[in-house]
Structure formats: structure tokens, C-alpha cells
């Protein structure tokens, strides 16, 4: 069967859907700038677990199970699900948590980034900046022969379990069970956390985000890098379409505020934007895929995808555990404080691009010479 969403008309099509279904779930309770973020939306689920208590981020996300499921369904329909793994798999965990890192110091996966600017935050096109340039340094480390080597087929079985864990994530949140008194699940009562979709809106997004991009193959990282690799600007339809449908919509529903300050979830430190995407576009480069396409390739069977959002998830609680997210800009009277990372976010953004330029040198196949 023809995948008319891999045609450059279906990409603009599938971007296009994303920025829509991203803006309405806003509108339907999801914060602001905020309709999906793979980053946060992970981070909330790491709190939920427990796996950190900074309480204002903590709720168990049905839009992330859902992108895998979605995922799942429609490539095991399309007869594309495939199990494999085996491809440096604990260089891919660190890759994910150092790619966390870098969002959290930034606040915003590379699809919240095009979100925060489709809704006027101008500090959003620092983060970019800072991922065109990590994309940039991964496609040299490309071009030189850099290679996690290559995944094995593996049994169908074994591409399942990660589909079931996100599963077991969605039965956690609608049971709303709690292990022990005081313990999680947790829920957030204020903050990020507290606000959300109705779950059968977030599952039903979820789901929708998934399929559209498992068949079109949208990935902001691949789009940057498709660019400065071959000039190919296939993907970038895609993401262009979906900033321009989310700008849009942020119009229509009034949403649209430009400016650099009184960001929702966001810092103008802009050294700090700049170089925590830049840590981030790096470790998606390496890794081979934005945290949206390690999702849906997770969901098609890809266990090496699967570790890198595990690695994210646990990026996540270190973060938020060791003090090393950033902080939003905050207003107190007349008194501005400027947000961002502390020392301990600002060394840790360093210690990952280091390890990220160590991988990129070190994990180069030798060019024989005939």
C-alpha cells in the first residue's frame, strides 16, 4: 500500500496535524506552549513515579504511552513493525540522559521549541539556534565515519515489552492507584504538572501524534541534519508546517504573546538556551533521532530507541534531583528574576557535550583505503 504521508504534499499534511492537535490540546487543558513536549511530558512521568519530587512536575502523561502505542498499531498494521536491538545500547542510555539534560536546561524538546515560538516566545529561537549547531557538530562527526554499529533482528516478542511497559503507564494513571500512604503515584496539585487534558483527549492525541508520524517519518533532528547532509529539504516541510498551523492557531484562540519575557515555562538567559539545545541536538544527532522519533521507533520494534527513552526519563530524575534543570523567569511585584540553570545544570550541559565530543571521536568505523 502506497505511504501517502512519505510524499512531500503528505509531509506538509503530517506537520500540519501535529501543530493542530499540539495547539488544541492547549486549549483543551495542557499548559502553555506546552500541547506536546516529549521532554516534560517524560520528566512529569518521572515524578509520578517517584523517580523525583520536585511536586509541581508530576503526572502520569498519556500522550507519551500513547505516541508509542500509536506506533505500534499502525506499523504492525502496515506489516513494519521490527524487532531489533543490540546498536552500543548503554552509550544510547547516557545519550538520553545527557539529550534530557539539555532540554531541561533549555525547558523544551525540539517540537515544544517550535511550539513556544509558534505561541511569541522569542527565547525559543536561541534553543533552536543551539540545535542547529549540536545537529551541525553530530553531521561532521556523520561525515567522518561515526557509527553506534548495527542493530540485530530480534524475536517479535522481544519488540513488545516496551509497548506493554507504556501500556502499564496508562493503566497506572487511569486507576489513579497509590502504593502507600504519601508515596506515589503522585499527581501534581500545582504548577506544569497540574495541568492536562482530559485523558481520553491526551490518549486520543497520542495516538494520532504516533501514527502520522511513524508513516510520514517526522523528525526535527533528521530535518536539520537532511538539510546540511544533502540539501534535502523533505522533512523540513513538515516542520515548517507544523510551526506555521500551531502560529495560526495561536492567533485564532488568542494565545499569540511575542516577547522574550513573561514566557509560560520559560528563562531568557539566553547563553543557557542556547547551549543546553546545543548539548541536546548533539545527543539526538549521535543517537540517530529527536525524543518524538525514538518514540515511534521504539513503538516499530526498535529496543536500542526504547534504552534511549529510558535513558531520557532517567536524565530526568537526575535532573530534578541533583538541581541541574532550569529555572523559569519570575516576576514578584515589580522585582524580574532572571531565570536558567544553576552551577550544578550549567557544569552538567559541559560534562555532556564532553562526553557527547568523546563518543563522536571514539566511535568512528575505520575508512579503509583501497
Given at each position: 500500500?502506497?505511504?501517502?504521508?512519505?510524499?512531500?504534499?503528505?509531509?506538509?499534511?503530517?506537520?500540519?496535524?501535529?501543530?493542530?492537535?499540539?495547539?488544541?490540546?492547549?486549549?483543551?487543558?495542557?499548559?502553555?506552549?506546552?500541547?506536546?513536549?516529549?521532554?516534560?511530558?517524560?520528566?512529569?512521568?518521572?515524578?509520578?513515579?517517584?523517580?523525583?519530587?520536585?511536586?509541581?512536575?508530576?503526572?502520569?502523561?498519556?500522550?507519551?504511552?500513547?505516541?508509542?502505542?500509536?506506533?505500534?498499531?499502525?506499523?504492525?498494521?502496515?506489516?513494519?513493525?521490527?524487532?531489533?536491538?543490540?546498536?552500543?545500547?548503554?552509550?544510547?542510555?547516557?545519550?538520553?540522559?545527557?539529550?534530557?539534560?539539555?532540554?531541561?536546561?533549555?525547558?523544551?524538546?525540539?517540537?515544544?521549541?517550535?511550539?513556544?515560538?509558534?505561541?511569541?516566545?522569542?527565547?525559543?529561537?536561541?534553543?533552536?539556534?543551539?540545535?542547529?549547531?549540536?545537529?551541525?557538530?553530530?553531521?561532521?562527526?556523520?561525515?567522518?565515519?561515526?557509527?553506534?554499529?548495527?542493530?540485530?533482528?530480534?524475536?517479535?516478542?522481544?519488540?513488545?515489552?516496551?509497548?506493554?511497559?507504556?501500556?502499564?503507564?496508562?493503566?497506572?494513571?487511569?486507576?489513579?492507584?497509590?502504593?502507600?500512604?504519601?508515596?506515589?503515584?503522585?499527581?501534581?496539585?500545582?504548577?506544569?504538572?497540574s495541568m492536562h487534558a482530559n485523558v481520553i483527549i491526551s490518549l486520543?492525541?497520542?495516538?494520532?501524534?504516533?501514527?502520522?508520524?511513524?508513516?510520514?517519518?517526522?523528525?526535527?533532528?533528521?530535518?536539520?541534519?537532511?538539510?546540511?547532509?544533502?540539501?534535502?529539504?523533505?522533512?523540513?516541510?513538515?516542520?515548517?508546517?507544523?510551526?506555521?498551523?500551531?502560529?495560526?492557531?495561536?492567533?485564532?484562540?488568542?494565545?499569540?504573546?511575542?516577547?522574550?519575557?513573561?514566557?509560560?515555562?520559560?528563562?531568557?538567559?539566553?547563553?543557557?538556551?542556547?547551549?543546553?539545545?546545543?548539548?541536546?541536538?548533539?545527543?539526538?544527532?549521535?543517537?540517530?533521532?529527536?525524543?518524538?522519533?525514538?518514540?515511534?521507533?521504539?513503538?516499530?520494534?526498535?529496543?536500542?530507541?526504547?534504552?534511549?527513552?529510558?535513558?531520557?526519563?532517567?536524565?530526568?530524575?537526575?535532573?530534578?534531583?541533583?538541581?541541574?534543570?532550569?529555572?523559569?523567569?519570575?516576576?514578584?511585584?515589580?522585582?524580574?528574576?532572571?531565570?536558567?540553570?544553576?552551577?550544578?545544570?550549567?557544569?552538567?550541559?559541559?560534562?555532556?557535550?564532553?562526553?557527547?565530543?568523546?563518543?563522536?571521536?571514539?566511535?568512528?568505523?575505520?575508512?579503509?583505503?583501497?
Open positions: 500500500m502506497k505511504n501517502i504521508l512519505s510524499s512531500r504534499i503528505g509531509m506538509i499534511v503530517a506537520g500540519s496535524a501535529i501543530g493542530i492537535i499540539a495547539v488544541l490540546l492547549q486549549a483543551a487543558g495542557n499548559p502553555p506552549n506546552m500541547g506536546i513536549c516529549v521532554a516534560c511530558f517524560e520528566r512529569d512521568i518521572a515524578g509520578a513515579l517517584g523517580l523525583h519530587r520536585a511536586d509541581v512536575v508530576q503526572y502520569l502523561r498519556p500522550e507519551i504511552p500513547a505516541i508509542v502505542l500509536g506506533s505500534f498499531i499502525i506499523s504492525t498494521v502496515m506489516k513494519e513493525y521490527k524487532p531489533r536491538a543490540g546498536s552500543s545500547t548503554l552509550i544510547r542510555f547516557f545519550l538520553g540522559m545527557f539529550a534530557m539534560v539539555g532540554a531541561l536546561v533549555f525547558l523544551g524538546c525540539p517540537w515544544r521549541a517550535l511550539l513556544r515560538l509558534a505561541g511569541g516566545d522569542l527565547n525559543s529561537l536561541l534553543g533552536l539556534l543551539g540545535l542547529v549547531c549540536g545537529i551541525g557538530i553530530g553531521v561532521v562527526f556523520l561525515n567522518r565515519g561515526y557509527s553506534l554499529g548495527r542493530s540485530h533482528d530480534n524475536r517479535k516478542a522481544s519488540g513488545w515489552l516496551f509497548p506493554a511497559f507504556m501500556l502499564g503507564l496508562v493503566l497506572l494513571n487511569v486507576s489513579g492507584v497509590s502504593f502507600s500512604e504519601g508515596g506515589p503515584i503522585f499527581f501534581s496539585a500545582k504548577g506544569p504538572g486520543a492525541a497520542g495516538l494520532a501524534f504516533g501514527a502520522i508520524a511513524q508513516r510520514s517519518r517526522f523528525c526535527t533532528m533528521g530535518s536539520i541534519r537532511d538539510i546540511i547532509l544533502a540539501r534535502d529539504f523533505h522533512l523540513m516541510t513538515g516542520v515548517a508546517s507544523l510551526l506555521t498551523t500551531a502560529f495560526i492557531g495561536n492567533l485564532i484562540l488568542g494565545t499569540f504573546n511575542p516577547g522574550f519575557t513573561g514566557q509560560p515555562v520559560a528563562h531568557s538567559n539566553h547563553l543557557w538556551n542556547f547551549l543546553g539545545m546545543t548539548l541536546a541536538g548533539l545527543a539526538f544527532a549521535l543517537a540517530g533521532g529527536c525524543p518524538g522519533r525514538q518514540l515511534i521507533l521504539s513503538g516499530e520494534g526498535d529496543a536500542d530507541a526504547g534504552v534511549f527513552v529510558m535513558g531520557m526519563i532517567t536524565g530526568a530524575a537526575f535532573a530534578h534531583n541533583l538541581s541541574l534543570a532550569g529555572k523559569p523567569d519570575t516576576m514578584a511585584g515589580d522585582v524580574f528574576t532572571l531565570g536558567g540553570p544553576g552551577i550544578y545544570g550549567q557544569a552538567a550541559v559541559i560534562t555532556g557535550i564532553i562526553f557527547c565530543l568523546i563518543i563522536g571521536f571514539t566511535m568512528r568505523e575505520k575508512l579503509t583505503v583501497k
